[in-house]
């Protein structure tokens, strides 16, 4: 067998394992044992490959904990699985659409649309696509129109993420500002994960204070956004979550389109989107996006993965991302590709979590970027040297940015699922 054949019967062996029941796929067997929005639309993808109806049903088990408003939760709970922290009881009375679906009150990059968009393009049949795209058509639709709809401020059609959870990069250093306001929750919690893995590689207590307090506020005001956004100490437009939204405006489009439905977002929205995040976001000195505090009025002065990811969304042409992309290599010496935070940037720390390592999905992010503004050389080196580390090393969570080594929990579903990606469908 070859080194790629090895390697996915051990990414398929990653995501049988840690398939539960065959309606959803945990993120691992542990650390995380529920359903996760942006875990699941990745491991979509993965699955489709492999065995595509199983793919429908991951995608089906993520929508069923869709709520009234069209939000799709960050975490969809498994009624019978008690050692995750927080448990649902954090998150009381959520709106869901579906009696009996618990889920957290908040949600995540909306990878959904996309996924949906590159799996049904992996269905040879075109009448199964169609038929599938049909029948989850308004659910996406939904989906996306929620956070044009309930999470934007007055002035600007950028959305506003309300928690470091939402960025799905935790304890990025762009969070630091809030967390060092120092808030936390009026009830006591309990964290799991620091039993599972070592410390370390986990977030700190004053990031999980901030997160409990800000779960406490969210619930507290009915998750309505407009409720406590004069009160939250935590209001951004994140470069990474508003790229990949435009994104899954984009691909929910294709969708629609390819059904003879309305457009999902106008193509004058998308305009003024793509105008209201480069004027926002753009940093000329960094050569890269960054985010911006809506409290403060000021852009965020942290560089990390997520100002990369307008080269996903489509959102700047080739020249501009080829710039952006050298700009973060060349700042990254002696790192593996690409560190989810440079080293010469405050905060940085090589092996924590989300404040240095590398991830799969960012780079799979970035190279399927490239890939689709024809930086094919870059692509190919950034898919490349990401499945040559799983190779090396195994289907970790995330990878120490100086020795690559593994860390977090090893047998990680999206991990596996991007592998089988780009080992199947390799650059063009
Ligand atoms: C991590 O986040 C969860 C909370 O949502 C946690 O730390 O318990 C993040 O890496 C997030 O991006 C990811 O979706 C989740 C499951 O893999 O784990």
Known sequence: MGTSDSLLTQAEAVLRANDVGGHYTRPSGRLYPHQWNWDSAFIAIGWAHLDWDRAVREVDALLSGQWTSGLLPHIRYNPQIHDYAPGPEWWPAVPARSAGEVTSGISQPLVLPTAVYVAGLLQPDREVRLAWWARVCDQLRD?????????????????????????????????????????????????????????????????????????????????????????????????????????????????????????????????????????????????????????????????????????????????????????????????????STPPDQEGFEPARYHRGPVWVPTNWLVARGLEDLGLRADARALAEATVDLVRVHGCYEYFDAHTGKGAGDGQFSWTAALVIDLLRRPIA
């Open 143 to 339: 989906a996306v129109r929620y956070f044009a709809d309930y999470r934007t401020a007055p002035g600007s059609p950028l959305i506003v993420l309300v928690h470091p959870w939402e960025s799905g990069l935790d304890n990025s250093p762009r969070w630091d500002f809030a967390v060092r306001q120092g808030h936390r929750p009026s009830r006591p919690y309990r964290r799991v994960d620091t039993t599972i893995v070592a410390a370390a590689e986990r977030p700190q207590p004053p990031d999980y204070d901030l997160y409990m307090y800000l779960v406490e506020l969210i619930a507290s005001h009915g998750y309505d956004m407009r409720a406590y956004l004069p009160v939250t100490p935590f209001a951004v437009y994140d470069a990474l979550f508003n790229a990949i939204w435009y994104r899954a405006a984009v691909d929910a489009g294709r969708i629609a389109e390819a059904l003879g439905r309305p457009a999902v977002v106008s193509p004058e929205a998308l305009a003024g989107f793509r105008r209201a995040y480069r004027e926002t976001l753009w940093n000329e000195q960094q050569h890269l996006f960054l985010d911006y505090d809506l409290k403060s009025g000021r852009q965020i002065p942290v560089a990390t993965t997520a100002g990369l990811m307008a080269v996903y969304g489509g959102l700047v042409d080739a020249e501009q991302a080829g710039t952006m992309l050298g700009r973060y290599v060349a700042r990254s010496r002696n790192c593996h590709l690409l560190p």
